[in-house]
């Protein structure tokens, strides 16, 4: 039997959902089902998650979980009355924090992901533009704006991690594929060059490599384990020759490579989330 | 007098920092310093933690406010002895979950964001690739592999929210820009006709969208009030002729379009994050 998860917002859900399934995460075998009540802002969308949530039981399963980020209080004390367990976000941690600053919390709905303003907004969208012209070196290859160049054999995570440290963090992340040809003379590429210190590297397994090409390519010498094997290896002699930071991205997820480069070039983000 | 937030975690951070700012945003006007400490992982690195919160106190500033998702016990013993005010999101919602799930959680640190398994890896890399490749109604149109396709004039912000919903719900979002030619019969063009169900509009203030422009090509003709005002009345008029759902994206971040579409259309998301 699946527990059911709920993360109820008055906003986008994603602080809800981020908290939640952190918390649900740490609770290793169980299968969850989970059900994401976004833009709750009135007492009668309130009332009708409360509805939902309580139909769960009635029909006999366990009591749901439900994680909350509802900020105003009529909202609160309507959904504390359902009968899953409620956790309640705001009623934890805004007591402690207004005493601490001394004042009162806005208790604005909405407001955690909400547009910022205008600045913000225009460093994300033009990191991301960024980010599309410069993917794999073909478009353009505007590293004298790059923050960060990100480089490896194709298929090892270079364009998702860029696309990612461009909408989170608001960076310029060029990047940019060696091949074989690259492993001949283990040079740097030419475009390269003079923006060595902006250069990251992955690389990969590549026996994961040749199962990730081979979702694209089945039985194609690109996805060959003999071609990704190669790749791989002449990919690590360039990072090693040329003392270029590198990470291994086989069991990483996209946030999990973004971070870590992040930590380790000490890279500063442009946006606070 | 900036306050600082402090957000540590043994992971990416990301659960940290979306708590936080969720919490700080509630105050309004008040200033704050963003720190962000992923990865800590040993007791030397929470002592490290721990030392960079108390120069700030001991330096005469205001407590910092510390969020943390560390779950290893003697870690967060650790960092609750620093001089800063600690919320700690496993303290306050594991006890009460351990209680109602009936058992202990697993206290594995870096569970939130790790890679979750290949399948739900290759279905966001997937859609990744899919929004590049379907990006502008450009290189390639393979609507019939669709789960939305975004419309609307250029800059209104339909390529970050579909990368957006790519990376986030593994879905594969498309996105065609309606011009000036789209404008003059109203009709739908060819390449979206098939596929009517799946679209959904945004639309945009003219007077924002001729600031955005203006940011890229100031004193064009694409970037002046008259014709930003043209496309976007010809854009809604196609919307409304079509009965094409809409969405006015003005003053929304990227997640808020995002989660508002998947709102509004029932769209059942491919990745539970």
């Known amino acids: 039997m699946k527990r059911t998860a709920f993360f109820v917002s008055d906003g986008t859900g994603i602080t809800a959902e981020t908290l939640g399934h952190s918390m649900i995460s740490q609770f290793a075998g169980m299968e969850w089902a989970q059900v994401t009540l976004p833009y709750v802002q009135t007492n009668e969308q309130t009332h009708e998650a409360v509805a939902q949530i309580n139909r769960i039981v009635d029909a006999g399963h366990d009591k749901p979980i439900v994680f909350s980020t509802l900020v105003d209080e009529e909202h609160r004390t309507i959904l504390n009355g359902c009968k899953g367990l409620v956790l309640d976000l705001f009623a934890v941690f805004l007591a402690p924090l207004e005493a601490e600053l001394g004042m009162r919390s806005s208790h604005t709905v909405g407001q955690s992901h909400a547009i910022k303003d205008h600045e913000a907004y225009r460093i994300r969208i033009n990191a991301v533009h960024y980010a599309l012209d410069n993917d794999d070196g073909a478009r353009t290859r505007h590293y004298d704006q790059a923050d960060i160049i990100l480089t490896g054999v194709s298929r090892s995570g270079k364009t ?16 940019y594929p060696l091949t074989e040809d690259d492993f001949d003379d283990l040079r740097l590429p030419k475009s390269l060059q003079p923006y060595k210190d902006k250069i990251f590297g992955l690389t990969i397994n590549a026996d994961r490599l040749s199962a990730i090409r081979s979702e694209r390519k089945a039985g194609s010498k690109y996805a060959s384990a003999r071609q990704c094997d190669l790749e791989v290896r002449g990919l690590e002699a360039i990072y090693n020759k040329h003392n270029i930071p590198y990470l291994d991205a086989t069991e990483l997820s996209v946030e999990e490579i973004a971070t870590r480069i992040m930590a380790s070039t000490g890279l500063q983000r442009k946006l606070q989330g």
């Not at 998702?160 to 990047?175: D, K, V, W």
């Open 160 to 175: 998702p991690t860029c696309l990612y440290l461009a909408l989170q963090f608001g960076l310029n992340a060029a990047n």
